[in-house]
């Protein structure tokens, strides 16, 4: 699944007025072989012409359609501490069209108030919420603990989209996707290569 | 990488009392195969006496030892926002040896408060600060745009594990290790998941 890493590296050409590139030049640019990349890219519909590199807004937009950034997505967050609200801040999900609709907590003192002008509400109206405001995506940034069950009520209410940062995995029926982000695994993978290298350089 | 997961699995396992456990019930736990587990837990020096299953404390603390989450890791981190401040009150990186020592920003706004106790510092003593509290590892929550050249300096003061949360990608020496939490791309392939799932039931 590289297609958002070539996402961002043609926004990025985008941004800096490059208008074709090789499969060479984006080969040295992203670190992967020109062999590779012809290979991901022809899989979705032969964006490149032979000898005259790729058209990178064209490219751009056909792996942004693909990727679902062309249409909105309204999102709520679950759990409004530190995390959630580092994810309400970043403006950039906003351009790629992913709307945040609400924020959610447990916290009575956190309630009405608001990060980058979304409301902090009470659970209770979770439910309403999700109808009313045609919400597909839910991230959940609460503690491991309390995820299980509020999948649970997320499902029910209709969301087919949970974006888990909770320490824990989600049992959903098969029409629900899940993405994880495990931050203490992604940290201990980096612990694990940082002490094999330090062996290495001990021999 | 499977290894961070059966640690965290493992630990539940402790945290409920279980002293012992089959392939075949950590199988219907995890969701990975029976002989998944076999084959990668036989990679780590056969934890496993057939037929008496796996000792899960023993298991636990081996795999713990080549995640390197039995030493103490000195952690700094770069960007004192949201996300610097989530990565800081999150105690259970204490638990697993990951010390937070510091906290960097370029905001003097921020220059002497702090997070669970650490304190935000001004980035003017970053050098100094690496080299007097013996930091291993460095976190990257900052825009993007800086990113590159604090990489740099903290390769330049000695630092050889980098948790990089900026969107970009960073170019270090070989004996460098990075770790890539890039949320964006998280989120496109939700989106993409979620946009194929869309598809199928509408056929």
């Known amino acids: 699944m590289r297609l958002p890493r070539y996402y961002r590296y043609l926004g990025e050409l985008l941004e800096e007025g490059v208008e ?3 499969s060479g030049e984006l080969s040295a640019r992203m670190k992967v072989t020109a062999s590779q990349i012809r290979q991901d890219l022809n899989n979705f519909g032969g964006f490149g ?3 005259y590199g790729y058209n990178v807004k064209y490219l751009y937009e056909e792996i942004g359609r693909i990727l679902g950034v062309d249409r909105k997505h309204h999102l709520i967050i679950i759990g409004s501490g530190n995390l959630g609200q580092a994810i309400a801040n970043y403006a950039n999900f ?3 069209g992913f709307i945040v609709s609400g924020m959610f907590d447990v916290n009575p003192a956190l309630f009405g108030r608001s990060v980058r002008g979304i409301e902090i509400r009470s659970m209770d109206g979770l439910e309403d919420f999700i109808r009313e405001h045609d919400v597909q995506i839910a991230a959940l ?3 491991k603990t309390y995820a299980p069950q509020v999948a649970d009520r ?3 209410a209709g969301i087919k ?3 888990n940062f909770a ?3 989600l049992t959903v029926p098969e029409d629900v996707v899940v993405e ?3 931050l203490s695994e992604s940290l201990m993978r980096l612990s694990y290569r940082f002490c094999s290298m330090q062996e290495e350089r001990e021999k």
């Open 167 to 169: 320490h824990t995995d």
């Open 161 to 163: 989209a949970i974006w």
């Open 94 to 96: 906003e351009r790629r």
């Open 49 to 51: 012409q032979q000898g």
């Open 180 to 182: 994880n982000v495990h």
């Open 154 to 156: 997320l499902v029910a």
């Open 20 to 22: 074709r590139i090789s």
């Open 141 to 143: 940034t609460m503690p």
